[in-house]
């Protein structure tokens, strides 16, 4: 797992996969003003610092929240997240993850990437909510200022689509693309 992300390890550790994490600093920049595109490059990019052999097979993801036209990553500071959440309130927003599979497919070394959209519906945030919310960490290493699984569940009226890749991790479009390129399922790991 080519990822820092907590919540991309608590998802394969519930799916009972075992796994190592091993990141390096990898370039997140990106002039892609399209979403899907923009976290496909991205995760590629941290997947691709990763040494790969013909016994591995290295994942690695990156997530935006997409409000309108605007691709909102990790807020800043208090400031930022009062500015993200703000956004999001009472509107829809799209999550997008991208996802990257580094292995031996064939004898050779393959990487692909796909993404995965998910709409996330927020209800109105009260003030004094927001307010509390933005001074404690939850939000701070979070795409969009929040945690579906956290206290932004509060807000969340509805989601249409992988609710793992809200989270982090769309695990049934990983497996597809698994089970397509290398001919293995996450099943095979566990």
């Known amino acids: 797992l080519a990822s820092k992300s907590p919540r991309r390890r608590e998802i ?13 600093n990898a370039d997140e920049s990106c002039d892609a003003t399209d979403p899907c595109l923009f976290v496909e490059t991205v995760a590629r990019r941290k997947g ?19 409000s309108g036209q605007t691709i909102l990553g990790k807020p800043r500071d ?11 309130s009472g509107n829809v927003h799209t999550v997008v993850t991208g996802f990257s599979l580094s292995g031996y497919a064939d004898g050779r070394p ?20 927001l307010e509390s ?19 932004a569940a509060l807000w969340i009226a509805s989601i249409r689509g992988n609710y793992d890749n809200v989270v982090g991790l769309p695990v049934f479009d990983v ?3 698994l089970q397509k390129t290398f001919g293995v399922s996450l099943r095979d790991f566990s």
Request: one cysteine or more.
């Open 48 to 66: 691709e610092v990763i040494p790969c052999t013909p016994d591995t097979i290295v994942l690695s993801a990156d997530t935006v929240v997409v």
């Open 78 to 88: 208090a400031a930022d997240c009062r500015r993200t959440l703000s956004m999001l």
């Open 110 to 129: 393959v990487t692909v990437s796909s993404h995965t959209v998910t709409e996330v519906e927020f209800g109105i945030i009260p003030g004094d909510d």
């Open 12 to 24: 394969l550790t519930r799916l009972g996969i075992p796994f190592t994490v091993q990141t390096q």
């Open 175 to 177: 497996e597809t693309l």
């Open 133 to 151: 919310y933005i001074t404690t960490e939850e939000p701070y290493d979070k795409a969009g200022g929040y945690a579906i699984q956290g206290h």
